[in-house]
């Protein structure tokens, strides 16, 4: 019997076509919308600027370059040269300071470079990798690339190299001499500008783009963001003479480079990492190196065969747990979703005022976790867990940046307990 070729037009599908149909909606395609929107919105106005991503597994983690951890900061210099000195061959000679910093950071020495990728499904995977029962978060920015060879990218990572605490503008400016590193200069009569402009630029971030001569930052489409961090501190008799402006290395949490950010569930998860698999995102194409292949193919076969989002335990399809667009810390960028990705209202209890008042106290937070309940509910959510996770997830979030409680912690167990109690209160009067 012959098979007959069914066509099928890609400019003709629309998302609300699928509206009957929510639970055969992949996740990626609903975070892709999210991308798409963003790109779209930036691109108009900024057209030689480039999206960048970075996809960490636990979205409360602050975002810094590991040199800013566990007080490796103060030390970073001595880092650097204590691993020349034992690897002098694949360290010392034919690499530019900012190639030294990349080859470091790849084999994990902490460095004061944060990746990113331009790929935005090669940070949902990072995301989703580690951390299963944490919700994750994808942070989106479009910025000015610069190049591994552009003077900022010169000087800060010439600085990375130094004892930069304490030392004068007169003293780098003659190790920047020393690296053929100059700035267009300059009589001692004209120094204020130049000078000025390098003391700020050495208190700035910069995206780069690296050369793609590793394999892992080419498949990972990999780009880095260099932090400075770097600050003048006042001295007397700077006034007379800016040479004597003397610098010290400080750190911040790079969040601000980012003007995006969506929240990945951690009960979708498994789920996003089946489809991204699919796409061939994964261990094995994130990571070439032979140990990495090797687990890929061992853990292969322990995976479920799941396509998409699958049923609940009563047969139906689980179509409201999606991607949270939408917390209170981000930027809502889905104020025209279609209809698919919005979740019909529900009611809930007559008591549940009086639920939220035995555990929040002050009158005006009680009100909004109430608001916050109604809107993050949906039409079954007494009788479906996930909801039920993340009513819960979004009351304890606004708790804690609402000062409420002093740990996640505490606030979590506060919004379980408001969330249990609405559920059993609901069950008892149906």
Not at 129 to 136: K, Q, R
Not at 306 to 330: K, R, V, Y
Not at 390 to 415: F, M
Request: net charge negative.
């Amino acid at each position: 019997m012959d098979n007959q070729l069914e066509t099928i037009f890609l400019e003709h599908i629309e998302l609300r076509d699928v509206q009957d149909e929510p639970s055969l909606i992949p996740q990626l395609a609903k975070y892709m919308y999210i991308i798409h929107k963003i790109n779209l919105s930036t691109a108009n106005s900024e057209l030689s600027m480039v999206p960048f991503f970075r996809g960490q597994s636990d979205e409360v983690w602050n975002i810094n370059p590991s040199v800013f951890r566990q007080g490796h900061l103060n030390h970073e210099h001595e880092l650097i040269h204590d691993a020349i000195r034992k690897s002098p061959k694949e360290l010392a000679k034919g690499l530019t300071n900012f190639e030294r910093l990349t080859k470091l950071q790849h084999y994990g020495l902490p460095t004061r470079l944060l990746d990113v990728t331009e790929n935005p499904l090669v940070a949902l995977y990072f995301a989703c990798e580690h951390n299963p029962d944490h919700d994750a978060a994808v942070y989106i920015t479009h910025a000015y690339p610069y190049d591994p060879d552009s003077k900022p990218i010169q000087i800060l990572s010439l600085i990375a190299h130094l004892n930069i605490n304490g030392l004068s503008l007169r003293e780098l400016w003659l190790e920047l001499e020393n690296e053929n590193i100059n700035f267009p200069l300059i009589s001692t009569k004209q120094a204020a500008l130049p000078l000025d402009e390098l003391i700020n630029l050495m208190g700035r971030n910069y995206f780069v783009l690296p050369n793609l001569d590793n394999s892992r930052i080419k498949n990972q489409q990999g780009a880095f963001l260099l932090c400075g961090c770097i600050k003048a501190v006042s001295q007397d008799d700077i006034q007379d003479d800016i040479w004597n402006t003397v610098f010290e290395k400080t750190q911040e949490n790079l969040l601000e480079e980012f003007t995006h950010k969506i929240i990945i569930p951690s009960v979708l998860k498994p789920e996003i990492l089946r489809e991204l698999d699919q796409y061939n995102f994964n261990e094995a194409s994130m990571y070439p190196e032979l140990d990495h292949q090797m687990n890929y193919i061992a853990h292969k076969r322990l995976q479920p065969l799941i396509l998409f989002h699958q049923p609940d335990a009563d047969g139906e399809p689980d179509a409201d747990d999606e991607i949270d667009f939408t917390p209170s810390n981000t930027i809502d960028i889905s104020s025209e979703a279609p209809k698919e990705f919005t979740k019909p209202r529900a009611d809930v209890p007559i008591e549940l005022h009086s639920i939220i008042s035995n555990y929040i106290y002050d009158t005006a937070t009680a009100d909004t976790v109430y608001q916050i309940f109604l809107k993050s509910a949906n039409i079954d959510w007494p009788i479906r867990k996930q909801l039920q996770a993340g009513i819960s997830r979004n009351i304890a979030r606004y708790l804690q940046e609402s000062g409420y409680h002093q740990t996640i912690h505490e606030c979590s167990s506060v919004a379980k307990s408001i969330v249990d109690d609405a559920v059993r209160v609901n069950n008892s009067t149906q």
